[in-house]
């Protein structure tokens, strides 16, 4: 098991190292890329299921996520591996270890959540390689704001990379989100979720909401577009809180640790009070 881990850690590294930086992405890149295949295993009909394995999965190294797709399904993804064989090679080490009985390769910069539909709706990938429904690895069975001040204006196009990722943050909505494992630090759930938006949009971002606020483009609330980032704390340096800006004052976020993921205005008073600033991660 240590030299999959090696050989798992050297695939991650070798994707940072191989993948160029997209030009469509933040002109401060400090800990922004774009992500290389990943691995997709599912399925899973109840959502603590999905979220016990992604445990497992960080537990041994690997920071995983999970997600419910179009067919309310939930899958995991995990890894950033510079090519698809790679990618192969680590996920039939996992079939082998009887981790995973089946998996699918998701290729870079694939768009998982493109349009407004409800959430947990995704097209299935035409090649995955799919678990029979109710079933884990392990054989465990599942069960199937106030009014905006800001201008009214159209804050992306369809096919812009923040309108997709406040339309995927919104597919998260109603979903119960836990992460970090069991070494959870303040913000860390909030900063996951973020992340793993992020990540099925193709973009690898810092992963505290700390460092989260040093990457990325400033921005002031009131030209605040959808995908940006807003942040909240006690100040500039003591940053315990982050979601993702989908329009109208609104907010996507995980409140705390175990609560559903969230719809908030950011003139709920709380929040208002607690807000030191939004960054942008796409041009």
């Known amino acids: 098991m240590f030299t999959f881990l090696r050989t798992m850690?050297?695939?991650?590294?070798?994707?940072?190292?191989?993948?160029?930086?997209?030009?469509?992405?933040s002109s401060n890149t400090s800990g922004i890329r774009r992500l290389g295949y990943a691995i997709q295993m599912g399925a899973f009909a109840d959502v603590k299921n999905a979220e016990r394995f992604s445990?497992?999965?960080?537990?041994?190294?690997?920071?995983?996520?999970?997600?419910?797709?179009?067919?309310?399904?939930?899958?995991v993804r995990f890894g950033d591996f510079p090519s698809k064989e790679k990618a192969r090679v680590v996920a039939a080490k996992l079939v082998a270890d009887r981790l995973i009985d089946g998996f699918y390769i998701?290729?870079?910069?694939?768009?998982?959540?493109?349009?407004?539909?409800?959430?947990g709706w995704q097209k299935l990938p035409?090649?995955?390689?799919?678990?029979?429904?109710?079933r884990n690895p392990a054989g465990t069975?599942?069960?199937?704001?106030?009014?905006?001040?800001?201008?009214?204006?159209?804050?992306?196009?369809?096919?812009?990379?923040?309108?997709?990722?406040?339309?995927?943050?919104?597919?998260?909505?109603?979903?119960?989100?836990?992460?970090?494992?069991?070494?959870?630090v303040e913000g860390m759930d909030c900063s996951g979720f973020v992340r793993a938006v992020y990540n099925l949009c193709g973009v690898s971002i810092p992963r505290t909401s700390r460092e989260q606020f040093k990457a990325g483009d400033s921005v002031t609330r009131n030209t605040l577009l959808d995908g940006d980032l807003v942040f909240f704390g006690s100040s500039d340096d003591k940053i315990n809180h982050v979601g993702i800006y989908v329009g109208k004052g609104k907010f996507v976020h995980a409140p705390r640790r175990g609560e559903d993921i969230r719809i908030t205005s950011i003139e709920d008073t709380y929040f208002e009070k607690r807000f030191v600033g939004a960054r942008r991660y796409f041009q």
């Open 55 to 75: 445990a497992t999965l960080q537990k041994k190294g690997i920071e995983a996520f999970y997600f419910r797709k179009d067919n309310g399904i939930y899958a």
């Open 141 to 184: 069975k599942g069960t199937a704001g106030s009014v905006d001040k800001q201008p009214n204006r159209q804050t992306h196009r369809e096919h812009d990379m923040g309108f997709i990722a406040a339309r995927t943050a919104e597919r998260f909505v109603g979903i119960p989100y836990r992460w970090g494992g069991d070494n959870v």
């Open 106 to 119: 998701a290729p870079p910069n694939e768009v998982v959540f493109a349009d407004a539909k409800k959430p």
């Open 9 to 25: 850690i050297f695939a991650l590294c070798g994707a940072a190292l191989l993948l160029s930086v997209n030009p469509a992405l």
């Open 126 to 134: 035409p090649d995955e390689i799919r678990l029979p429904q109710d």
